[in-house]
């Protein structure tokens, strides 16, 4: 049989910590941006190489896993956790594109007016978006693709995962307090993308890389219906995979609107 064959065994690693979502600054920004109740980060284990060719079925065989079905955790509608305890029928896997190693990937905010030197967001008059109320300039960049400076991050920017945390942060759960500030949206990317990836020099260039493969994933039952991350589809209900090839890790990250 080829290796591509072999199905993939997981474990669940109960006791790995966090220390980036553990930290109490990050903790108290996720309760205020409506998020602490309903995200989840959880560490898996697998016994085989690795290769980005083979996410779909990397995903399928973690996700019909017995030790994955009992330990990955879903969020109900009364915030309660549980686990999954279904094995799905079909599986989606998205690569995103992990490549950014410096948050200068940000500076474009300030240079394009968005942001103040100090910080500070700028406002503008209320729009709505779908579920989201847009008070200010970061959100237009964020959701408002008619804005004028939604083109200051191109469509491979906002597919790295770097941006999407970043999004996911600002947009944040459904009762949410904005900041009027970007350093904390900003440094709550940083400890998060730190967390979840690995990152490792260049041996020949010396340069930073990053070693991690980073997958966004869906789960449907028999029927065709989402069961994971959430029962409804939503920009803000997302599970992201992030594949440590050399360590043989999986760290998920999962969020659900409720």
Not at 94 to 99: A, G, N, P, T
Request: net charge negative.
């Amino acid at each position: 049989m080829a290796d591509d064959e072999k199905t993939f065994m997981f474990q669940c690693v109960p006791n790995k910590t966090f220390p980036g979502f553990e930290s109490a600054d990050v903790k108290e920004r996720f309760m205020k941006w409506g998020m602490i109740r309903r995200s989840k980060s959880q560490m898996f284990s697998y016994d085989q190489l690795f290769q980005a060719y083979q996410k779909d079925k990397f995903v399928l065989d973690f996700f019909q896993d017995p030790a994955v079905v009992s330990s990955l955790q879903v969020v109900s509608s009364n915030d309660n956790w549980g686990p999954l305890n279904i094995k799905p029928s079909s599986v989606m896997a998205e690569l995103v594109s992990c490549s950014v190693t410096s948050m200068e990937f940000f500076d474009r905010l300030q240079d394009q007016g968005i942001v103040r030197e100090s910080g500070s967001i700028r406002k503008c008059f209320d729009e709505y978006f779908e579920d989201f109320v847009i008070s200010d300039e970061l959100r237009k960049v964020l959701l408002l693709e008619e804005a004028e400076t939604y083109p200051i991050f191109s469509d491979a920017d906002r597919n790295e995962f770097i941006f999407l945390i970043f999004k996911h942060l600002c947009l944040g759960g459904e009762v949410c307090q904005y900041e009027d500030d970007i350093n904390p949206y900003l440094e709550t990317t940083k400890i998060i993308y730190k967390d979840l990836i690995s990152v490792h020099k260049d041996p020949s260039t010396k340069k930073l890389q990053v070693g991690s493969v980073v997958l966004k994933v869906s789960v449907q039952d028999e029927q065709g219906a989402q069961v994971y991350p959430s029962l409804s589809p939503h920009d803000q209900s997302f599970a992201y995979m992030c594949i440590s090839p050399l360590k043989r890790h999986v760290y998920v990250w999962s969020h659900s609107w409720r």
